[in-house]
């Protein structure tokens, strides 16, 4: 005060430099995401300094520590009342722990321990000059088919970086559905997606079309990223901030101080317009709704399975939270201008994925424009914009995960000479040759369909219930008559199981390793459980259903 | 709390398909055995309910009640009327007849074929669907019927497309593929019907905020919940579409020829007799009393349907030459009059209609078992290839003739006092309707007799000439469904007096009384 005033002959007071605090960061509530980023650093560390043939159990003990961990760390807030009460913004608003987001965190952290399940099956391929080999490729810098790439598999080396890699892809899931400012979004969807990409190049046979996958996947979703970006600069334009809470208010009329810089844009009706449609479209992306579902069936099917079940599952949690929060959350205000939107496209991906999956022969390719059907099925859940949407969304997506992994588990079993038998006319005559694994598959081909007594009827129950109370009747009829073209070609795929002759020449069933028979079996349970008895978790999704704002 | 009566008898046959299921492989027979057992325990369960109801208590009985999804407004929630009552006997009643009858259906082939047959899984599956076609019966809460209605598709369909006659004219390969295509036609005609169901079920919850029956009903009836006519209209529909695909009424009929045609014997007999009377059942027990106006207001579409089947199922029935596909019409026909009597909302129609169900199930039992036998002699299912067998094997020819009589409603069986029962009282208010629909039963003289005509009189043919008669276990299924018949047909009393009660009920739910009869004044 003094100082200025004697200098002030001369000069003029400049506002005093804002203090910056220091960021605050409540480590206690972050804990699953810091855990699990935590132990994919030492993963790296561990590629790096332990010896190769004990990597893969170093980094599968990590892992799987870190994830349980992770899972604990979810459980003790919920049971601190994180999830209703004493929900609230962490991260200097960056990241939010309520509901919703912990709910979905708990159902990623599960998935992706089933699905690490899956990654470290070292029984199912054959061995390769007396090393086990997981399903995927023995050094991804090699080029398919050189010499380098043989004496990689002849030295029996193993992507053990798959782990780290998986760890990172959760990390930015767990972000991504509790991301509560558009930069943290976005930076949570390029940490899950780069992992995804590479995952997807990395299988041990069929390499090209592995990388093929990959390199679509790339492409598609860097362009689904920029747009998305491109969407949050214009959202930052209309509202002058990133976070979700000065959007929201922004839309809703309530915020009265303009930022000057922005004076001239903001409050501009066609940059939120334009913003929203575009970040709303990145994350359908990430969904896989038609339109913006064409790189699904060819990286569903060119990934490692494990890679497509862990991704199909996961993935479809994680961004389906974050378009839930983004349209409860920041455009509630604007709910009559993207409900309809979002009801022509919930219409189009629920007929289109039930439509096009008929023609398909590859069971990879088939279960891939089912997801596509059932991301319709969920949006049908999201439109209802009522509490019991959202909790109802939640119950579907925790059901569909431990289907979807537990399906394409079963899909790394069955095997003949050239690695996984996936084309559909293979699977002939499976129930014949191995009853049980096709009575597993046909329970989980009977949920994907929504037969009672399966987790997937009580999830689509709760979805369309949700959706009729919310006044999308319509909506309802045509999702009850996606579900009959649905359930036509799963019941095919049971027919054909049960009831075709087995082909001379067909897979053999691998016997796996505990590994895989638990990540089926938790899959079998999961959906008789949810099936038969949802009310438990049904209330779980309930009281988890409310966003903290 | 008293012993959950309804709950021990839909549960312990489910029980007896883990336990079958869980034989070892070589222990087949014992596997059959067991599987016997727990009918005939169920069997003696349904007769406690039977014994235990009182036709003039309460409109539900033996009720039990307990919370389940909560979220979504479901309770486990059972009782039986004394519809319920006799459809859950008859069930009880048949399934035994039904293992017995398919005691060999399921062997493995000792020579040529390599077809994977666990008879293991035939009757547990059996034992399955009769688990969830009881629990059908009991449920007075929506969802807990749509679920069970829904779900025993899926053995239902294991059962036609597993297990069929290896009589086919083109040879085994042939035959499994048709088999399978029956299956997958059953399959998806009965889901669409299903899922249109769902989408009106949630509807039901959406306008009523519950599925429980009594409190929807008794909100419908003191008028507290008020439907729009047109909500309650296309609820109804959605209700109707998926029992009349199930019953099955013509247009939506094509699958049951192709199932009964490819599935074995018994398993038609459990889709035409058993399962199929759900539908009918669920016409009664939801439809009318659920949406009581709409029930009104489609009557006139419905009848005509019903009339179409009848004299459509009866025509077809006629030109066949396949004598399973000739039941199957037959059924068509005589499912046609069932809805007749229901939808024509007079006691004596509705008591007929449900008295129907039971008959049709005992009469159907008794053809199709029997004819099941004489396939199985001849191995071929073509009429043609049959003639002069009442001289080779007299009882098999009688008792298919007292089974065909019993279907084309000779007095003195069984059906012919409902189908009198459904034609007065289908009369007395649409007499038109009454008048055409009693060509059904001419026709259905022409076709069973033509069929007996053909099949077992005249010159024996060479490939019959050496046919066995019936055996003991075949004559242990026989006897008893025709001795019934045979009882049911000269003293109704004992089903009736069950049924008429719970038909009074549905009827004032409809606000329906009966036409008063008039009569002219002497000049």
Redesign the interface.
């Known amino acids: 005060m003094s100082a200025s005033a004697v200098h002030s002959l001369w000069t003029t007071a400049a506002d005093p430099i804002t203090k910056i605090d220091a960021p605050k960061f409540e480590y206690g509530q972050l804990a699953p995401t810091l855990i699990v980023v935590g132990a994919a650093i030492l993963g790296i560390l561990v590629e790096a300094f332990v010896s190769r043939k004990s990597r893969y159990y170093v980094q599968m003990f990590v892992s799987v520590v870190a994830l349980a961990a992770a899972f604990a760390a979810v459980v003790a807030l919920a049971a601190d009342g994180y999830g209703t009460t004493k929900a609230r913004i962490a991260a200097m608003g960056a990241i939010a722990v309520d509901g919703p987001a912990l709910f979905l965190q708990g159902t990623i952290l599960l998935a992706a321990l089933v699905g690490l399940f899956t990654f470290a099956e070292r029984r199912l391929d054959p061995e390769a000059h007396g090393n086990r080999v997981d399903s995927f490729a023995a050094q991804a810098a090699s080029v398919p088919g050189s010499d380098s790439e043989k004496a990689a598999v002849k030295a029996g080396f193993t992507t053990t970086e798959v782990f780290p890699l998986l760890l990172f892809a959760v990390a930015g899931m767990l972000v991504f559905p509790a991301a509560n400012d558009l930069l943290t979004l976005f930076v949570a969807l390029e940490v899950l997606s780069l992992p995804l990409y590479l995952l997807c190049a990395l299988a041990r046979r069929k390499r090209l079309m592995s990388q093929e996958a990959a390199v679509k996947y790339f492409l598609l979703g860097a362009f689904a990223s920029a747009f998305t970006l491109f969407g949050i600069a214009l959202l930052y334009g209309y509202a002058g901030s990133m976070s979700y809470a000065t959007i929201a208010q922004v839309v809703d009329g309530t915020v009265q101080d303009v930022n000057p810089a922005l004076a001239g844009t903001m409050g501009n009706d066609a940059l939120l317009l334009v913003g929203a449609a575009l970040v709303v479209m990145g994350l359908l992306f990430k969904v896989g709704a038609v339109p913006f579902h064409m790189w699904t069936p060819d990286v569903y099917q060119g990934a490692p399975t494990p890679v497509t079940g862990f991704m199909a599952a996961a993935t479809k949690v994680a961004a389906f939270g974050a378009l839930l929060r983004l349209l409860y959350v920041v455009l509630p205000g604007l709910r009559w201008d993207w409900r309809p939107v979002m009801w022509a496209v919930a219409i189009v991906t629920m007929l289109g994925g039930a439509i096009v999956a008929i023609t398909q022969t590859d069971i990879k390719r088939l279960l891939a424009y089912s997801s596509i059907a059932h991301a319709g099925f969920i949006l049908a859940g999201v439109i209802a914009t009522t509490p019991d949407g959202v909790s109802s969304v939640l119950f579907y997506l925790a059901a569909y995960s431990f289907v979807t992994i537990g399906a394409f588990a079963v899909v790394t079993l069955v095997r003949d000479a050239g690695g996984e038998a996936t084309h559909l006319s293979k699977w002939a005559g499976l129930g014949r040759r191995s009853p049980l694994v096709a009575a597993v598959f046909a329970v989980f081909l009977l949920a994907f369909a929504g037969i009672p007594l399966t987790s997937g009827f009580a999830g689509k129950f709760a979805v369309f219930k949700a959706a009729a109370q919310g006044g999308a009747v319509p909506l309802v009829v045509i999702g009850v008559i996606s579900s009959a073209i649905a359930a036509f070609f799963y019941i095919r795929v049971i027919v054909l199981m049960f009831f075709s002759e087995p082909r001379p020449e067909g897979p053999t069933v691998a016997v796996p390793s505990p590994l895989t028979m638990t990540a089926i079996g938790l899959g079998v349970v999961v959906t008789l459980v949810l099936g038969v008895a949802p009310q438990y978790f049904l209330d779980l999704a309930g009281q988890a259903g409310v966003f903290v704002r | 709390m008293s012993f959950p009566l309804l709950t021990a008898t839909a549960a312990l046959p489910a029980v007896g398909a883990i336990a079958t299921a869980a034989v070892p492989a070589a222990k087949r027979t014992a596997a059959k055995w067991l599987a016997l057992l727990f009918s005939l325990a169920t069997l003696v369960l349904a007769i406690t309910v039977l014994v235990r109801f009182d036709p003039d208590g309460d409109r539900y009985q033996l009720t039990e009640s307990h919370?389940?999804?909560?979220?979504?407004g479901v309770r486990y929630e059972l009782g039986v009327d004394g519809i319920g009552v006799a459809l859950i006997a008859l069930t009880a009643l048949l399934i035994p007849f039904i293992i017995l009858a398919g005691w060999h259906d399921a062997d493995p082939l000792e020579t040529g074929s390599k077809r994977?047959r666990?008879t293991q899984g035939f009757f547990a599956l059996i034992l399955a669907v009769e688990a969830m076609v009881i629990i059908s019966f009991e449920a007075t809460d929506v969802f807990l019927f749509?679920?069970?209605f829904?779900?025993m598709?899926?053995p239902m369909?294991?059962l036609i497309?597993?297990f069929g006659d290896h009589a086919h004219e083109h040879g085994e390969?042939a035959a499994?593929t048709q088999?399978?295509y029956a299956?997958?036609k059953f399959?998806?005609y009965n889901?669409?019907g299903g899922?249109?169901m769902?989408?009106a079920v949630?509807?039901l919850?959406?306008v009523a905020g519950s599925f429980s029956l009594t409190e929807i009903a008794a909100a419908r009836a003191s008028g507290s919940l008020d439907m729009a006519t047109s909500t309650e209209r296309w609820l109804f529909l959605g209700f109707f579409f998926a029992f009349a695909v199930k019953a099955p009424l013509w247009p939506l009929h094509t699958w049951l020829p192709n199932a009964m045609q490819e599935s074995t014997a018994p398993v038609a007999v459990l889709i035409t007799a058993v399962v199929d009377k759900v539908g009918t059942f669920a016409m009664l027990r939801f439809c009318l009393q659920l949406f009581p106006e709409a029930s009104k207001w489609a009557t006139p579409a419905i009848l005509v349907l019903a009339l179409i089947s009848i004299i459509y199922g009866a025509l077809l029935a006629v030109g066949q030459r396949d004598i399973k596909r000739l039941v199957a019409y037959a059924s068509i026909s005589h499912f046609g009059f069932i809805i007749m009597g229901i939808f024509a909302m007079t006691s004596q129609g509705q008591s007929g209609a449900t008295l129907y169900m039971v008959n049709h199930g005992i009469s159907t039992a008794a053809l199709m078992l029997v004819a099941g036998f004489l396939i199985s002699r001849r191995g071929s299912r073509l009429i043609a290839d049959y003639g002069g067998v009442q001289k080779v094997a007299p009882v098999l020819a009688g008792t298919f003739l007292i089974g065909g009589l019993a279907t084309l409603s000779l007095p003195g069986l069984a059906p012919f006092v409902s189908e009198f029962l459904v034609l007065v009282g289908t009369f007395t208010r649409y007499p038109v309707i009454g008048i055409i629909a009693t060509f059904g039963i001419v026709l259905a003289a022409l076709y069973t007799l033509v069929l007996y005509q053909r099949t077992m009189t005249g010159p024996v043919k060479p490939a019959v000439a050496k046919m066995p008669d019936l055996r003991v276990r075949e004559l242990v299924v026989v006897a008893p469904l025709v001795v019934l018949l045979i009882f049911l047909g000269v003293y109704p009393k004992p089903v009736t007096q069950i049924i008429d009660p719970a038909v009074q009920q549905t009827m004032s739910d409809v606000h329906k009384k009966d036409p008063q009869p008039e009569v002219e004044a002497a000049k």
Do not use: N
């Open positions: 919370a389940w999804i909560a979220d979504f994977w666990p749509y679920i069970f829904e779900a598709l899926i369909y294991f497309g597993g390969k499994a088999r399978s299956a997958v399959l998806l889901l669409v899922l249109i769902l989408a949630i509807g919850y959406v």
